[in-house]
Nanobody
C-alpha cells in the first residue's frame, strides 16, 4: 500500500491550491483519513481529517479556508486550500490507516511542498 500526494506548488498570498491524495494497492486496503503539514523547525501538525462517519475536523488556523473531501471508496481525498497565507507554507502529507489485513498500520504519502509568497 502506498499513498501519493500531489498538487503542491508556489502561490501568492490569497491564492488557492488543491491537493490530492490517492492510494495504490489492493482495493479497500487503506482508508485515507487526513492531511498534516510540517514547516521547517516545526513538528508535524494536523491540518484536517475526516473520520469513518464522514465528520470533518480542521485546525483552527485553517478553518473556513480549507476543505477536506474524500471519495466514497475512501481511497482518495483532496484538500482545497483557499485564501492561502505565508504561514501555510509547509510540506503537506496525507495519512491513511490500514484496513482488513492491513489493520493497525498507518501509511503516509511522500509529502508535497506548498509555498505561499507574501
Amino acid at each position: 500500500v502506498q499513498l501519493q500526494a500531489s498538487g503542491g506548488g508556489l502561490v501568492q498570498a490569497g491564492g488557492s491550491l488543491r491537493l490530492s491524495c490517492s492510494s495504490s494497492g489492493k482495493p479497500f486496503s487503506v482508508r485515507v483519513i487526513g492531511w498534516y503539514r510540517q514547516a521547517p523547525g516545526n513538528q508535524r501538525e494536523l491540518v484536517a481529517d475526516i473520520n469513518d462517519l464522514g465528520t470533518r475536523t480542521y485546525a483552527g488556523s485553517v478553518k473556513g479556508r480549507f476543505t477536506i473531501a474524500r471519495d466514497s471508496d475512501e481511497s482518495t481525498m483532496t484538500l482545497q486550500m483557499n485564501s492561502l497565507k505565508p504561514e501555510d507554507t509547509a510540506v503537506y502529507y496525507c495519512k491513511g490507516v490500514g484496513l482488513r489485513n492491513y489493520r493497525g498500520r498507518d501509511y503516509w504519502g511522500q509529502g508535497t511542498q506548498v509555498t505561499v509568497s507574501s
